[in-house]
Structures are given as structure tokens and as C-alpha cells.
């Protein structure tokens, strides 16, 4: 059987140790996802949600517990093997695009590609090839400011996608959007992630998106259940 793409156990984290306001985020959490499974976080606000998927996206560092990506262990690995792991191994979304204003779609998603050493004539293509696959290829020289907040989304899952990433974590990837444009382009985040075999978290307030992935964590006061 293959190694799950994602692998956390005991995690722990706790902010302002020792202080008044000492706050202790993550208790004892674990979970694995498997090869091409996609599994809603849910979590009231406070819960930990973006606390945990930073931990996951190497982002930050737990307190204790161990963060495997596809096998490796993470924690204790230099600041720059872990930089060079992120970029490689883990897309990010988030709730707002954090695209690049001065930069047109296409640059937007082939800039980390560029970073990672891919030669131009590549990036772009590939870049054409997922805006293309999100319905957005006729944006492609277009600035963020020019695109609607479902477009700039879709760009946003391209530029994740870009480097091949083995996972996806993704902090309310539609939440910023209406109901409408929220449920069409998470149709279009999904079908990305299927078509691709990626590995996804994906965290949402939305029960009813969460009930379109394959399994449903919950977070609650830093403890996880349904895992
Ligand atoms: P969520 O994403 O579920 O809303 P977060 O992971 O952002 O929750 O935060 C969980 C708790 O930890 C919150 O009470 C938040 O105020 C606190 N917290 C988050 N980051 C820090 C930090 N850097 N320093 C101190 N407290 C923090």
C-alpha cells in the first residue's frame, strides 16, 4: 500500500507559553490522506484551522508531533530543505487570491514555476493549459483588477497547481465569494484536484461543499474528530 500523501501525529501547539493569555491551539492531533483523497476541515472560527494547515503546508512548526509529506518527515529539517519541500511538495489557497497586481494571469501562474526553474516558453504553456482547464483562458493577459473574484480564484488554483504539488491546502478558497459563483468555482477547484489525482484539505464553513469531498474533519476546541 502506498505512504499517505499527508501524515500528522501528536501534533501540539500552544501560543504565548507561559503568559496569562497562553493559548493552546492544537491538542494531540493527527491524520493521514491518502493518494488522490480530498477531506474537509471544519471548524468555527478560532478552532485552529489555519493554526493546523500552516503546520501541514510547513509554513510554521508544531510545539511536539511528527509532519510527514509522502513519507518524509518534515520536522527538523533545516529552514531551507523545508522552503524547497514547500515549493515542491504543497499548493496553497486562500481565502483572498494573494495574486501579483502588476502581473497578468499567465505571469501569475507561471512565475513559480520560473522560481522553481522552469525554462519561459514552458511555464507558459502550462499556465495556458490550466487556465484553459479552469474556463478562464481568455482572462490569461489580463491583471487581477481586470477579473471578476470568481476569476481571480480560478487563478489562483492554477498558480497553486503549478509546480505539480503533491497536496493542496486550501483556508475557505470560496469564502470570499457569493453562493453562486462559491459553488461553481469549487465545481471547477474539484474537478482540477480529481483530474489531476491530486491530494487536497481543503477548510470551509460550507456544509454542503464539505459534503462533496470524501471524508469530513472536524476541529474543535484544537481537537480533531472524524479522522
Ligand atoms: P481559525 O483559522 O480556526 O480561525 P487560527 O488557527 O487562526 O484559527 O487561530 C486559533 C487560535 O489561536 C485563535 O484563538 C487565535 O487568536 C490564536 N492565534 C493564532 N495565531 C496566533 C499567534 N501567532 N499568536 C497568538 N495567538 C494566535
Redesign the pocket.
Same mark, same amino acid.
Given at each position: 500500500m502506498s505512504d499517505p500523501v499527508l501524515s500528522l501525529h501528536g501534533i501540539e501547539k500552544t501560543?504565548?507559553k507561559g503568559l496569562p &493569555?497562553e493559548?493552546r491551539?492544537l491538542r494531540d492531533v493527527g491524520l493521514e490522506i491518502m493518494p488522490g483523497e480530498v477531506v474537509a476541515l471544519v471548524?468555527?472560527?478560532?478552532?485552529?484551522? &489555519?493554526?493546523?494547515?500552516?503546520i501541514a503546508g510547513l509554513l510554521d512548526t508544531p510545539d511536539a508531533g511528527s509532519v510527514r509529506i509522502g513519507g518524509e518527515e518534515m520536522t527538523g529539517l533545516s529552514d531551507r530543505r523545508r522552503t524547497a519541500a514547500r515549493r515542491s511538495d504543497v499548493g496553497f489557497v486562500y481565502q483572498f487570491h494573494h495574486l501579483l497586481p502588476e502581473f497578468s494571469a499567465l505571469e501569475n501562474v507561471a512565475l513559480p514555476q520560473r522560481a522553481d526553474g522552469v525554462a519561459r516558453g514552458e511555464a507558459e504553456a502550462r499556465a495556458r493549459e490550466l487556465l484553459a482547464r479552469v474556463g478562464v483562458e481568455a482572462r490569461a493577459d489580463h491583471r487581477p483588477a481586470q477579473m471578476s473574484g470568481g476569476e481571480q480564484q480560478r487563478v489562483a488554483f492554477c498558480r497553486a497547481l503549478a509546480n505539480r504539488p503533491r497536496l493542496l491546502l486550501a483556508?475557505e478558497p470560496t469564502g470570499n465569494l457569493d453562493p453562486e459563483t462559491s459553488d461553481r468555482v469549487f465545481g471547477a477547484l474539484m474537478e482540477l484536484v480529481r483530474d489531476t489525482g491530486l491530494s487536497a484539505l481543503i477548510?470551509t464553513h460550507n456544509l454542503e461543499l464539505a459534503q462533496r469531498m470524501d471524508r469530513v474533519l472536524r476541529?474543535d476546541a484544537g481537537e480533531l474528530a472524524g479522522a
Open positions: 501560543y504565548n &493569555s493559548i491551539v471548524a468555527p472560527s478560532g478552532a485552529g484551522k &489555519s493554526t493546523l494547515l500552516h483556508d477548510a476541529l
